[in-house]
C-alpha cells in the first residue's frame, strides 16, 4: 500500500458524513486536500481541522451544477496547489418515488445534482492529468445504480447514468494511466446503526483504493455492503 504523501486530493460533497470521513482519512495518510461543499461554514471548519493537525487543506464553496462552479474549484486547486492527483466524487442527492408522481423540480434538481455536477467537474480536471499522464478519479455511486428498484424515481436513473459516464471516463483515459474506480455502497448511516454502512466504511475504502499499488485494477464497480446483523441470511 502507498501512502498519499505529496499528492494532492480533491473531495467534493466535503460537508457530508461520508465526506466529512474521508477528508479526514485521506489526511492522514499524507494528501493535501481540496473540500468543496455548498455548505461553506462546515468545510471551512474541518480545513482548519486539518491545518491545526499539521496537514494542508483548502477549503471551496461552490455549486457544481454551474459551469463557472466547476472551473472556479479546478482553477482555485490547481492555484493553491498546482496539481489534482485524486478526485473524489461525492454528490449523490436523494429524490425517489414513482416516476409518475416526480416534479419536473425533483428531477431537474436530482439529474444536476447526480450527474451533470460530475460531469461538468470531471471535464474541467481531466485535461491536466492527461497532459500529466497522470491521476486517479474515485466515483461513489450506490447500490441503486445496479439494479432497478420501485420508487427509487430520478435517484436510481441518475446513479445509472453515473456509473455510465464512470466508466466511459475509465475507457477514454486509461491508456494514459489515469485510473478510475467506481464504489457502490449500501445504506450508509451514522449514529452507529447496527444495519448500516458508516461513513468511516466509505472513507476506509476509499483510502484503500486511493493508496493501492497502480497495477491492481478493479476493471468495475465495487458493490460495498454491510454483512448484517450476527446470524443474518
Known amino acids: ?37 455548498q455548505q461553506g461554514e462546515e468545510i471551512q471548519a474541518l480545513a482548519g481541522e486539518l491545518r491545526a493537525a499539521g496537514g494542508r487543506a483548502l477549503a471551496v464553496t461552490a455549486d457544481l451544477r454551474r459551469e463557472d462552479g466547476a472551473a472556479g474549484l479546478a482553477q482555485a486547486a490547481l492555484g493553491e496547489f498546482g496539481r489534482i492527483d485524486l478526485l473524489v466524487l461525492i454528490s449523490a442527492v436523494w429524490g425517489g418515488g414513482f416516476i409518475h408522481e416526480h416534479s ?17 467537474l470531471a471535464r474541467t480536471v481531466l485535461p491536466d492529468m492527461r497532459a500529466r499522464r497522470s491521476g486517479h478519479v474515485i466515483v461513489l455511486s450506490a447500490d441503486s445504480a445496479l439494479g432497478t428498484y420501485p420508487r427509487d424515481g430520478a435517484y436510481g436513473v441518475s446513479l445509472h447514468a453515473l456509473n455510465a459516464l464512470s466508466e ?23 449514529q452507529g446503526s447496527p444495519d448500516a454502512l458508516q461513513p468511516q466504511d466509505v472513507a476506509d475504502w476509499i483510502v484503500w483504493l486511493a493508496t493501492r499499488p497502480p497495477g491492481l485494477n478493479t476493471g468495475g464497480a465495487i458493490l460495498v455492503q454491510h454483512p448484517g446483523p450476527p446470524g443474518a441470511a
Open 1 to 37: 500500500m502507498n501512502d498519499l504523501q505529496g499528492k494532492v486530493a480533491l473531495v467534493t460533497g466535503a460537508a457530508t458524513e461520508s465526506g466529512l470521513a474521508t477528508a479526514r482519512a485521506l489526511a492522514a495518510a499524507g494528501a493535501a486536500l481540496v473540500l468543496c461543499s
Open 104 to 120: 419536473v423540480q425533483t428531477w431537474d434538481l436530482v439529474m444536476a445534482a447526480n450527474l451533470r455536477a460530475p460531469f461538468l
Open 168 to 190: 466511459a471516463i475509465r475507457l477514454e483515459n486509461a491508456p494514459l494511466g489515469i485510473r478510475v474506480d467506481l464504489l457502490c455502497t449500501g445504506l450508509v448511516l451514522s
